[in-house]
């Protein structure tokens, strides 16, 4: 296992596997989201209190639960790259910043558009809400610091404590609905007790749980192609990456 | 409450605008995510291009 972890670590071994793997993500990904989707917005049958408003959360659920789930993959790969000095640990990380940010972003928006029909407001500084918040602005400055440096060793390293830091919001927003007296409600299938009984119809936890796949294989493709380039990119004076695009490969 | 009572002839009555443009700005979001993907693979492999063109020409 080990020695199969050292040879896909290896960038070239990386960039080569990865390409194979990337259609066995992308292509179930739009199946997966296609019957999400349909299930979640016609099948899936209206909530007796909150009318249709409620499929927000086919779309909301699963992008904050990615946003939390990439921040946590990359402050790992942030300290791996960090402590053992493993390259691709910091593309991983690198690359998944921009798209964590993106579900963020996502989680964010569709929570705040929600709220005005079943709240009343847009937004509130609540404390889920306001955690969440703090981790859109975690990864702009994960990705405004990888930035700001010329010399890519520096900018990882200064990057990487950013993330490890980082990561004492990741059970601040989990448990703030437990800790404080939030607007925002409790888990509904996330919590260790709900997972055997979830507070949810099953007609409308499968199209959840099927989104909540489609939205992982979203990500594991995007960050296998952004992963790619960003090896070619690094590895520019190496003779293999000179072949591949002399040879036109892509 | 104006603006969903103008969205409510779409499905999902009173909450269509709601319900609409959360999944309007989440194709927008996924649509930008793959976009800019394409955008960096085609940029890197230009940019390379060129590169060893130049050193090749020298």
């Known amino acids: ?166 990561i004492i919001n990741l059970p601040i927003i989990h448990y703030s609905v437990k800790w404080w007296n939030t607007l925002h409600q409790g888990a509904s299938i996330s919590s260790m007790d709900k997972i055997a009984a979830p507070a949810i119809h099953p007609d409308m936890l499968w199209p959840l749980l099927i989104m909540v796949v489609a939205f992982q294989l979203m990500y594991a493709a995007l960050v296998l192609q952004r992963g790619r380039d960003e090896i070619l990119f690094n590895e520019q004076n190496m003779r293999w990456v000179k072949d591949l695009i002399k040879g036109g490969e892509r | 409450m104006m603006i969903a009572e103008y969205f409510s002839f779409l499905p999902f009555g009173k909450y269509a605008f709601y319900v609409w443009s959360s999944y309007i700005i989440f194709f927008v979001t996924v649509f930008w995510l793959f976009y800019r993907t394409k955008k960096i693979h085609e940029r890197i492999f230009n940019q390379l291009r060129i590169k060893y063109d130049r050193e090749d020409n020298k």
Not at chain 1, 19 to 25: A, Q, R
Not at chain 1, 138 to 156: E, H, T, V
């Open chain 1, 1 to 166: 296992m080990w020695k199969w972890i050292q040879a896909f670590a290896s960038p070239q071994n990386f960039y080569r596997i990865s390409g194979t793997l990337i259609p066995w993500f992308l292509y179930p990904f739009v199946l997966l989201v296609t019957i999400g989707l349909y299930w979640g917005l016609y099948v899936a049958p209206i909530d007796y209190q909150q009318g249709d408003s409620y499929r927000i959360i086919f779309i909301h659920v699963p992008a904050a639960w990615m946003s939390m789930l990439v921040y946590l993959i990359m402050a790992i790969s942030a300290g791996i790259g960090l402590i053992w000095q493993i390259k691709l640990a910091n593309v991983v990380a690198k690359v998944s910043a921009p798209i964590g940010a993106g579900f963020t972003f996502l989680a964010l928006v569709t929570g705040s558009i929600w709220g005005k029909p079943m709240w009343g407001t847009w937004w509130v500084w609540d404390a889920r809400l306001t955690s969440e918040l703090i981790l859109l602005f975690l990864y702009l400055a994960y990705m405004s610091l990888n930035n700001a440096f010329d010399n890519p060793k520096k900018a990882a390293k200064a990057s990487s404590i950013l993330a490890l830091v980082g």
